[in-house]
């Protein structure tokens, strides 16, 4: 009895722990928002009000009473006098004319404080001033992600309804930060993947980014350079070529650490340089599109593009289902079949794997080229459903960012998809909220980077949350080995 | 490494083995790829003097004839890998290896140069600026992984002292105070590691990429948000170069090395400080016993945790010199991301030169040299794809890594956690 509840309890905190891991990460950020906010610094700090009577808009005005409360019956240094139709600041020592004022000369104008005085108050006189400007920048900044990223739901039920009428006119404008949401999950969805089984083999593998590239490279080849092929037979060749690509990438370095033991993790970032020098010189020589002087590659043929499904601007593409379905494969694969088993105990205990007569060499280059398959396949996922050609610059980071969705999704096929659902609608709102709130599309790599460290560290969160740590045996991930500890059994 | 010649491993008498078979083919590369495309009488120019008013004394030109040399040197490689595969260099492989790599880019300088004339100080010059801030990475990398601690966020730090060294350099004014907040903000970035790594005992590749993506994304948030609008905050002044006093008037070596700024300065004085640290102090020999065998360390009354602390903010340190090199001590501004992977081409420097302190400077100008070659490989119009020379780092780190050649092995706990019992 007492087990089963411990292992019950070790289990909530298995979806507990990621869940706190995210919400501390969106607060942090919110914090990070709002003080690197200027116009909440100012709200912080200098409060300007003008001296009023009559006194109707408190948002810029004080009336007499309440400014003498606060602040001495005479202008000091640091308020601000209207002199004809401008408003001069008071220092002790004039060093622009055209802005400031003296003292004495202020004093000689305004005797007291009345109307045509500024002062300003600071953060403890008003304070809620500044925090009603911090909470403004911080919902402004969230209400833009959330509608970038799944959308106005107001907006999104009214289009829906209009359509009920038979106006589907505002549909597709409505739904489009939902799609571009799944779109941008779709490689974080196939990377993540190929991290995670990576990790339950016991391999690093965080040469994504390159397995990446080569995979959209072999992807856009057969695509272009095959043609007159019917799309059943082109578009998954052009699939299988980027998961061949990427899978024979990732394989070196699995073969160089099963034969002579060299550190797969050095070698992955060491292929990623080598991937992005290789297409460089691919984009600039052999697939440089004909007649032109940019390195891009040609376009692929009609016959290699995955569909899509509504017109217009929406590029919800069928590539999130291929990403959905290998998620499913991989989950039976590694849970379902003896390779998948062979796999996650040479990821577990490769001296027990070795024990019971399991070949390390063979797991090792497999799991390495299936990982880099996967990888592989997000390029071609990319190339063939929204691009369509190889630009020189391809990958937008995926090979970092898929190890926090590998370590958020417990390197669980389900708990992946689920990472890369959050991170892609995340991305995808993040573009809304630079356009909005002005705030740097990085904020987002920020909260990635926390929610890696709260995953990886449980016991920050544990201490932040007061949360008792379960007796079972912990589920994270600390070395190697145990990475392949991702889900309870 | 020094095994004793009586005894005799398997594995390394393959490896021995295939240094030489390695070293044969090397002159033959050189044999095909420059020989053969050269005809008799082209003379290659190198120039010896650096293209500016400098103090070194002025040596003449060196002109070679082309087809002759490319000859000798492809027949010295071959010789040199002949005579490891009959008797073998032992303890001087690793000499000879740097030996024939120097052959080949001489080679190569050659063949470039066949007709035409190559200011060769001036290609130095350039591959030492390009140097610096990979052996820095690399320095960086020595001082974490010799204690046991996998650096791989040394990129994320270099970005982010790179960012403070532009910002503090703007706002103070001045380029000493600009350099030491710079190196402190990427010690506690160090400290974040060695916290994430040793307390929390966090994955040290987890931990690593989750600084690095920090460092990117708030490097990149400062600039976009702050930096891209006061522009007054992103333009510091640069460290004069300063000549050394009778040093920078050696020819060749004076103008590459010794005309150079104060961080380049630096780098040569922490390398001599670090090796001497690490092998002749009771410091190195702690955190040589860590790297390796951290329990047996722990008996012996050493505290691991705290040594391993130490290096990694250390390690940290230097690696945000590296950052503050190529801001105050290059292009005097701070751009997104513009590290662009020294970070890791320093850890290929460490493994390339054999987590050595000046193993790696050695190999952080090979780089920097490849670097620079693969810019003036466009202006030669050389038949050879400048991408290719980009690769060769890489490459080359990997062939070393597996051991093909001039094996390199990491120390015995490097990426381990370690419990105290």
Redesign the interface.
């Known amino acids: 009895m007492k087990r089963s509840t411990r292992a019950r309890r070790a289990h909530a905190q298995t979806i507990l722990l990621p869940l706190l891991a995210i919400v501390t990460a969106l607060i942090l950020g919110g914090i ?1 928002i709002i003080v ?1 906010d200027l116009q909440v610094i100012a709200a912080f700090t200098r409060i300007p009000r003008q001296v009023a009577r009559p006194f109707t808009d408190p948002a810029t005005q004080v009336s007499l009473e309440e400014a003498l409360w606060r602040h001495p019956n005479e202008v000091i240094v640091g308020d601000a006098v209207d002199v004809g139709n401008r408003s001069l600041r008071v220092v002790e020592e004039v060093t622009d004319d055209r802005n400031q004022i003296s003292l004495e000369e202020a004093r000689k104008l305004y005797p007291e404080l009345g109307p045509g005085v500024t002062i300003h108050y600071n953060f403890f006189q008003k304070p809620g001033v500044g925090l009603r400007a911090a909470w403004r920048s911080v919902s402004v900044a969230y209400s833009a992600l959330f509608e970038g990223s799944i959308g106005n739901p107001g907006r999104m039920v009214r289009a829906v309804a209009d359509w009920f009428r038979g106006d589907p006119s505002g549909l597709s404008a409505a739904f489009y930060p939902l799609s571009e949401s799944l779109v941008t999950s779709t490689p974080y969805i196939l990377t993540g993947l190929a991290v995670a089984l990576g990790f339950r083999a016991g391999l ?1 593998n ?1 040469g994504a980014e390159g397995q990446y590239f080569v995979g959209g490279l072999a992807s856009v080849f057969v695509g272009y350079s095959l043609k007159g092929l019917p799309i059943y037979v082109h578009l998954p060749l052009a699939l299988l070529a980027g998961m061949v690509g990427g899978g024979l990438w990732g394989a070196i370095p699995g073969l ?1 650490k099963a ?5 797969e ?3 992955t ?3 990623n ?2 991937a992005f ?2 297409s ?2 691919l984009l ?2 052999p697939m440089m599109r004909p007649g032109g002087y940019r390195p891009i590659s040609p376009e692929i043929e009609a016959s290699a593009r995955l569909p899509r499904f509504f017109g217009g601007d929406i590029r919800f593409h069928a590539g999130f289902f291929v990403a959905l379905a290998m998620a499913a494969l991989v989950y039976w694969l590694l849970f379902k079949t003896t390779i998948g088993f062979e796999l996650r105990t040479v990821g577990a205990n490769p001296h027990a794997a070795r024990y019971a007569g399991m070949s390390l060499t063979k797991n090792i280059v497999l799991a390495m080229f299936l990982s880099g398959g996967l990888a592989g396949m997000s390029g071609a996922n990319d190339i063939t459903g929204l691009i369509y050609y190889m630009p020189n610059a391809f990958s937008a980071g995926y090979g ?2 898929s ?2 969705l590998a ?1 958020l999704g417990r390197s669980h096929p389900v708990g992946v998809v689920l990472a890369a659902l959050l991170f892609g609608t995340l991305r995808a709102g993040a573009t809304r909220m630079q356009s909005v709130a ?3 599309i ?5 909260l ?3 929610i ?2 709260f995953i ?2 449980p ?2 969160i544990r201490a932040l949350y007061r949360l008792k740590r379960p007796r079972v045996q912990e589920p994270m ?4 080995g145990d ?1 392949a500890e991702g889900a309870p059994a | 490494m020094t095994a004793h010649p009586a005894i005799v491993d398997p594995a390394a008498r393959r490896r021995s083995r295939a240094l030489g078979v390695f070293l044969v083919l090397i002159g033959l590369m050189i044999y095909v790829f420059f020989v053969r495309s050269s005809t008799a009488g082209q003379l290659a120019t190198f120039g010896m003097n650096p293209g500016r008013q400098t103090s070194a004394l002025r040596i003449a030109d060196v002109t070679l004839p082309v087809l002759t040399s490319l000859y000798i040197m492809s027949l010295l490689s071959v010789a040199l890998g002949v005579a490891q595969l009959a008797w073998g260099f032992r303890r001087a492989e690793d000499v000879v290896l740097g030996l024939v790599a120097l052959l080949l880019v001489l080679a190569f300088l050659t063949w470039a140069a066949r007709d035409q004339s190559l200011n060769l100080v001036g290609i130095l010059e350039a591959a030492v600026q390009r140097a610096t801030p990979i052996a820095l990475a690399a320095l960086s990398g020595v001082l974490c992984e010799r204690s046991g601690v996998v650096n791989i966020a040394i990129e994320g730090m270099m970005l982010t002292a790179a960012l403070v060294s532009a910002v503090v350099g703007s706002v103070s004014g001045s380029l000493v105070i600009a350099l030491v907040v710079a190196v402190l903000a990427s010690g506690l970035l160090g400290a974040l590691l060695a916290v994430l790594s040793i307390r929390y005992r966090v994955n040290q590749i987890i931990s690593g990429t989750a600084i690095n993506i920090l460092a990117t994304g708030a490097t990149s948030f400062v600039s976009a948000r702050f930096l891209a609008v006061y522009q007054h905050l992103n333009s510091p002044s640069k460290f004069p170069n300063w000549p050394v006093p009778l040093l920078s008037r050696i020819p060749i070596i004076g103008p590459a090395f010794f005309e150079s700024n104060v961080i380049v300065y630096l780098l040569f004085v922490l390398l001599i400080v670090v090796h001497i640290m690490l092998y002749y102090t009771p410091w190195g020999l702690r955190t040589r016993a860590v790297g390796e065998h951290p329990r047996a360390a722990d008996t012996l009354g050493i505290n691991v945790y705290r040594v391993r602390y130490i290096n990694v903010i250390l390690g940290g340190m230097v690696a945000g010199l590296g950052g503050v090199f190529l801001v105050l001590g290059s292009v005097p501004r701070f751009d997104e991301l513009m590290t662009a992977g020294k970070g890791f081409i320093g850890l290929a420097a460490l493994i390339f030169g054999k987590w050595n302190p000046f193993g790696a400077f050695g190999a952080s100008l090979i780089f920097g040299f490849t670097d620079t070659f693969q810019a003036k490989l466009q202006i030669l119009r050389a038949p050879i794809p400048s991408q290719f020379l980009r690769m060769a780092p890489y490459l080359i780190t990997m062939i070393v890594l597996a051991g093909v050649v001039g094996r390199a092995e990491p120390p015995a706990a490097d990426g381990e956690p370690y419990e105290k019992q």
């Open positions: 990070l690197s690093f965080i160089l034969k002579t033991g060299a550190h993790v050095i070698n970032i060491m292929m340089y080598i020098a290789l460089d010189w600039n020589g970092f960012d190890i926090a370590l002005q705030i740097p990085d904020i987002i790599s920020i990635q980077a926390m890696i460290i990886a560290a016991e920050i991930p600390e070395s190697d990475l």
